[in-house]
Protein backbone atom coordinates (compact mmCIF):
# COMPACT_ATOMS: atom_id res chain seq x y z
CA UNK A 1 0.00 0.00 0.00
CA UNK A 2 0.83 3.93 -0.11
CA UNK A 3 1.46 5.88 2.06
CA UNK A 4 1.05 9.92 2.59
CA UNK A 5 2.78 11.92 5.08
CA UNK A 6 1.97 15.59 5.69
CA UNK A 7 3.75 18.69 6.56
CA UNK A 8 4.00 22.03 6.80
CA UNK A 9 1.75 23.20 9.30
CA UNK A 10 2.61 25.56 11.83
CA UNK A 11 0.48 28.96 13.47
CA UNK A 12 1.17 32.02 10.96
CA UNK A 13 -1.02 35.35 11.63
CA UNK A 14 -4.34 36.32 8.96
CA UNK A 15 -3.46 37.07 6.25
CA UNK A 16 -0.37 35.36 5.96
CA UNK A 17 0.84 32.23 3.78
CA UNK A 18 1.61 28.79 4.17
CA UNK A 19 2.66 26.24 1.73
CA UNK A 20 1.44 22.36 2.83
CA UNK A 21 3.42 18.98 1.29
CA UNK A 22 2.10 15.59 0.74
CA UNK A 23 4.76 13.17 0.30
CA UNK A 24 4.63 9.72 -1.05
CA UNK A 25 5.93 6.79 -0.45
CA UNK A 26 5.43 2.49 -2.02
CA UNK A 27 3.15 2.20 -4.67
CA UNK A 28 3.24 4.92 -8.11
CA UNK A 29 3.01 8.40 -7.13
CA UNK A 30 1.90 9.59 -10.08
CA UNK A 31 -0.72 7.10 -11.22
CA UNK A 32 -2.97 9.02 -8.09
CA UNK A 33 -5.16 11.98 -8.51
CA UNK A 34 -5.09 13.22 -4.94
CA UNK A 35 -6.92 15.58 -2.50
CA UNK A 36 -6.46 17.60 0.37
CA UNK A 37 -9.34 18.09 2.94
CA UNK A 38 -9.58 19.53 6.14
CA UNK A 39 -11.11 19.27 9.82
CA UNK A 40 -11.76 21.56 12.01
CA UNK A 41 -12.55 20.97 15.78
CA UNK A 42 -16.06 19.72 16.01
CA UNK A 43 -16.99 19.68 12.39
CA UNK A 44 -16.82 17.10 10.22
CA UNK A 45 -13.64 16.68 7.51
CA UNK A 46 -14.31 19.12 4.30
CA UNK A 47 -12.98 19.06 1.15
CA UNK A 48 -9.99 21.93 -0.27
CA UNK A 49 -8.91 21.08 -3.44
CA UNK A 50 -8.08 18.11 -5.78
CA UNK A 51 -5.76 17.76 -8.54
CA UNK A 52 -5.89 15.03 -11.46
CA UNK A 53 -2.53 12.68 -12.08
CA UNK A 54 -1.24 15.00 -14.75
CA UNK A 55 -1.90 17.88 -12.62
CA UNK A 56 -4.01 19.89 -15.45
CA UNK A 57 -7.09 19.39 -13.91
CA UNK A 58 -7.54 21.42 -10.32
CA UNK A 59 -10.42 21.62 -8.04
CA UNK A 60 -11.60 23.43 -5.29
CA UNK A 61 -14.24 24.72 -3.15
CA UNK A 62 -15.80 27.92 -2.82
CA UNK A 63 -14.22 29.02 0.80
CA UNK A 64 -10.28 28.32 -0.78
CA UNK A 65 -11.01 29.23 -4.37
CA UNK A 66 -8.84 32.59 -5.59
CA UNK A 67 -6.30 32.13 -2.05
CA UNK A 68 -5.13 28.01 -2.10
CA UNK A 69 -3.47 26.54 -4.97
CA UNK A 70 -3.22 22.96 -5.04
CA UNK A 71 0.04 21.48 -7.76
CA UNK A 72 1.81 17.97 -8.11
CA UNK A 73 5.67 17.10 -8.96
CA UNK A 74 5.64 13.33 -9.91
CA UNK A 75 8.83 13.35 -10.17
CA UNK A 76 9.11 13.94 -6.61
CA UNK A 77 6.33 12.35 -5.71
CA UNK A 78 5.02 15.33 -3.95
CA UNK A 79 1.65 17.77 -4.18
CA UNK A 80 1.41 20.82 -2.44
CA UNK A 81 -1.33 23.00 -1.07
CA UNK A 82 -0.23 26.92 -1.40
CA UNK A 83 -2.22 29.20 1.07
CA UNK A 84 -2.21 32.89 0.82
CA UNK A 85 -4.44 35.16 2.35
CA UNK A 86 -5.35 33.02 5.50
CA UNK A 87 -7.88 33.66 7.34
CA UNK A 88 -8.56 32.18 11.60
CA UNK A 89 -11.40 30.39 9.51
CA UNK A 90 -8.89 28.33 7.78
CA UNK A 91 -7.84 26.70 11.12
CA UNK A 92 -7.89 22.55 11.02
CA UNK A 93 -5.76 19.87 10.51
CA UNK A 94 -5.03 19.12 6.70
CA UNK A 95 -5.22 15.90 5.35
CA UNK A 96 -3.71 14.57 1.93
CA UNK A 97 -5.47 11.12 0.59
CA UNK A 98 -5.43 9.43 -2.85
CA UNK A 99 -8.96 9.38 -4.55
CA UNK A 100 -10.70 5.95 -4.92
CA UNK A 101 -14.06 6.36 -6.36
CA UNK A 102 -17.47 8.33 -6.51
CA UNK A 103 -17.44 11.97 -5.79
CA UNK A 104 -14.62 13.75 -5.72
CA UNK A 105 -15.54 16.05 -3.02
CA UNK A 106 -16.18 13.23 -0.46
CA UNK A 107 -14.00 12.50 1.79
CA UNK A 108 -15.11 8.99 1.87
CA UNK A 109 -14.01 8.46 -1.73
CA UNK A 110 -10.49 8.79 -0.46
CA UNK A 111 -7.94 6.38 1.10
CA UNK A 112 -4.47 6.06 2.03
CA UNK A 113 -5.15 9.08 4.36
CA UNK A 114 -1.77 11.10 5.71
CA UNK A 115 -2.05 11.99 9.34
CA UNK A 116 -2.34 15.60 9.43
CA UNK A 117 -0.72 17.99 9.64
CA UNK A 118 -2.23 21.51 11.75
CA UNK A 119 -2.67 24.81 10.44
CA UNK A 120 -3.28 27.46 13.07
CA UNK A 121 -4.25 31.12 11.70
CA UNK A 122 -4.09 33.65 14.89
CA UNK A 123 -2.86 36.96 15.36
Known amino acids: QGQLVESGGELVRPGGSLRLSCAAS????????LGWFRQAPGKEREFVAA????????FYADSVRGRFTISRRNAENTMYLQMNSLKPEDTAVYYC????????????????WGQGTQVTVSS
Open 97 to 112: AKYRDGSTLHPGSYEY
Open 26 to 33: GRAFSDYF
Open 51 to 58: ISISGELT
